[in-house]
């Protein structure tokens, strides 16, 4: 069975049955979630070698946009979760890769920083380094934000991260986050890991319901500290910027345009929006009428 005959066959029997629920009441949607795990479609960018799809951002694009027509707060959780996917694809483990293409593993991003932590938008430009032309049109507020004040501190082969992380997509419901902090030794910066949802001293608080779309469970994540092991590291330390720069902004950047063909267009003027695609994106929609042929 094809991935698009699968999707079609989940937006029809799960996702659209589920979607007014979803919009109205903010439930996650954990059914949605799951029969996506159980379809190969949570690893669909997975290698193939370690049982994945073997597909690339053009079909985690077309599962977006059909998914976005039926339920945004699905589409919201597949956006952050087929960006991190391919940052751990690049430089996760085979373990781990495997789970996600087996579909029992939920991804989500960790970047943004809360504003209370923030440095102020000046302060962040005096340290960013320009991005290159091939990147965008010199040093972007993507790049100025990319400067983290989450602390990692090393201990044998522990790390503990120190973090208030802000609009965090599927918040408490996935299984793991590609969270940013400080290096642990490079001058400057940012070093990325993989975090385990389930971690001790991982706190979700309260929900806010103005953050992304309903039932996408966007909240803030903290950490006071939490602890992984160093292997959890994502790349070289220090060199997370470059990831972010050419991997998640290009995925997220892509998967965002894809769901707003569908939505109503939104302002897109706060510097944290270009690393979490599911803020300021209009109130929850009903489902369309109508599903989009495969």
Sequence with gaps: MSYRTALTEILTGVVGPAA??????????????????????????VSTELGGGGQGLPAAVDVVARTARVCPATAAVLRSH????????????????????????????????????AESESELGAHAEPASEAEGDGPTAETQFLVPRSVATRSGEVVALRAR????????????????SRPLTAPDGLTLWTVPAHAPDLFVPARPGAAGPRGSATSTVFADPVLVPAEAMLGVDGRGLDIVLRTVLPWLLELRAAAETHRPPAPDTAIDQALDPALDLGSARRPADSLAAS
């Design 20 to 45: 007014e629920a979803t919009a109205l009441q903010g439930r996650f949607p954990r059914g949605a979630v799951t029969a996506l795990g159980r379809a190969g479609l949570l690893g669909l960018t």
């Design 82 to 117: 087929y960006t991190a996917v391919a940052v751990i694809e690049a430089y996760g483990g085979p373990w781990l890769r495997a789970e996600i293409a087996a579909g029992r593993h939920l991804a989500s991003l960790a970047l943004a920083e809360s504003e209370a932590e």
């Design 165 to 180: 992380k802000q609009r965090v997509v599927a918040a408490g419901e996935a299984d793991l986050y590609v969270w940013s």
